[in-house]
């Protein structure tokens, strides 16, 4: 029998590992997931502490403690096993583990932001969605080399998060969450004013809800084209106020969602029909609200994944990759509106300067982001490589063959 390990370090992880878990048991696996304690239970990300199992997982699994990357690895070399399936690359040290396969699999985007190969070189695999993200992996590390290690150990296996899709009900999701029946749902992810990198732009001006505010902050920053959006009031408190205007025109529900991390402002939650963080994360929230939305706004979030495979057009509101401060790189590779890139693709996924949403959402309808079935099918194809919910049943034949 495979004795198979799930490391997780945030309850979050079951989003994604969960249907991986689901399929192990189905397969006889002895399956064990090893949450790590070793994370402070406060601070901002303290709700994530993995203390408990989702209540709809499939019981069978084995849930063990450890404290922290030094135990983790302790661990593996005093009670062996055959794989392990992760969320990231494997320790520095797990190399003097011969007795251990590592499979990698992608977390959305997060795979192009290493500052190194290393991680991707010291898998047995990599589990990517696509051959797409091989692809920007050699773009992302260029003159590493790294092309003729990635043909040897990475395999598209689709994206295992979407494989619970089939089993939501939108109609029970309509019912739990008090959602009208029949009403189109503007999904609105909120900008994250906390957890994004704290530049001027969205500290001093952005995030300031008044004029006045955002006036002292412009000329603090000492930055002379802020004023521009001191005059023209661009900032989150108006962006909110638009997005209602947008869902009053259109006769639409707005539910915003967003993470504890970046609490919703009081000024947002007032605008809201219903405010929801994650109440569940097997199967996801952000799944389930999918299920039933219209469309999603976003900036720059990557729930255009889960938006695309669950047939839901999405707007991305971008704001200006100065004022984002994120690496160059992450502009490059991913944080873009280039036509057929990941934000930019006409018929499943639409882009706009954040700056044009302020007069643009008080015109705009919801016929202006149609879905097209066949651009739906041809972004998922690309960018999460199936569409036929075995995912997870793909990552654990890959991880059959890799076993040492």
């Not at 593996?76 to 494997?90: E, F, G, I, Q, Y």
């Not at 934000?343 to 700056?355: E, Q, S, V």
């Not at 202006?368 to 998922?380: M, Q």
């Amino acid at each position: 029998m495979i004795r198979i390990v799930f490391p997780i370090l945030r309850k979050n992880y079951y989003r994604l590992l969960g249907p991986v878990v689901e399929a192990a048991l189905r397969r006889g696996w002895q399956v064990e997931c090893w949450h790590d304690w070793g994370h402070p239970r406060r601070g901002g990300k303290a709700s994530e502490f993995p203390d408990s199992v989702p209540a709809s997982m499939v019981r069978g699994a084995m849930i063990r403690p450890f404290r922290g990357s030094a135990d983790f690895l302790e661990r593996l070399r005093t009670d062996p096993v055959d794989v392990v399936v992760s969320l990231d690359p494997p320790p520095a040290a797990l190399g003097k583990m011969a007795n251990v396969c590592w499979i990698w699999l992608q977390y959305s985007a997060d795979i192009l932001f290493y500052p190194t190969p290393d991680g991707v070189l010291a898998s047995d695999a990599l589990a990517t969605y696509s051959a797409y993200w091989i692809t920007k992996l050699e773009e992302r590390f260029r003159d590493t080399g790294l092309g003729t290690e990635l043909t040897r150990i990475a395999v598209p296996v689709g994206m295992p998060e979407t494989d619970v899709v089939a089993a939501i009900d939108p109609d029970e999701v309509r019912r739990r969450f008090a959602l009208p029946p029949r009403k189109p749902i503007v999904l609105y992810l909120p900008f994250p004013l906390h957890s994004n990198p704290p530049t001027a732009w969205l500290r001093r001006v952005f995030t300031p809800s008044t004029r006045i505010g955002q006036g002292i902050g412009a000329l603090v920053s000492g930055r002379p084209e802020y004023w521009e959006h001191v005059w023209q009031r661009w900032n989150d408190r108006r962006l909110v106020e638009a997005v209602r205007t947008f869902c009053n025109r259109t006769d639409a529900v707005l539910v915003m969602k967003s993470r504890l991390k970046d609490p919703i402002p009081r000024y947002a939650r007032r605008l809201a029909d219903h405010v929801l963080y994650d109440p569940s994360h097997y199967p996801p929230t952000i799944l389930e609200l999918m299920s039933v939305s219209s469309l999603c706004i976003h900036a720059y979030s990557t729930a255009v994944f889960e938006a695309a495979y669950c047939g839901v057009p999405s707007l991305c509101l971008a704001p200006k990759p100065e004022d984002m401060g994120l690496p160059d790189h992450v502009h490059e590779l991913v944080h873009n509106g280039a036509l057929g890139g990941i934000y930019n693709w006409p018929g499943t996924a639409y882009c706009a300067p954040l700056r044009q949403a302020f007069t643009g959402l008080t015109r705009w309808g919801l016929a202006d982001f149609p879905l097209e079935a066949g651009a739906r099918k041809r972004y998922v194809e690309r960018f999460l490589g199936f569409d036929d919910g075995r995912s997870s049943e793909r990552l654990l034949d890959l991880a059959g063959t890799r076993l040492r």
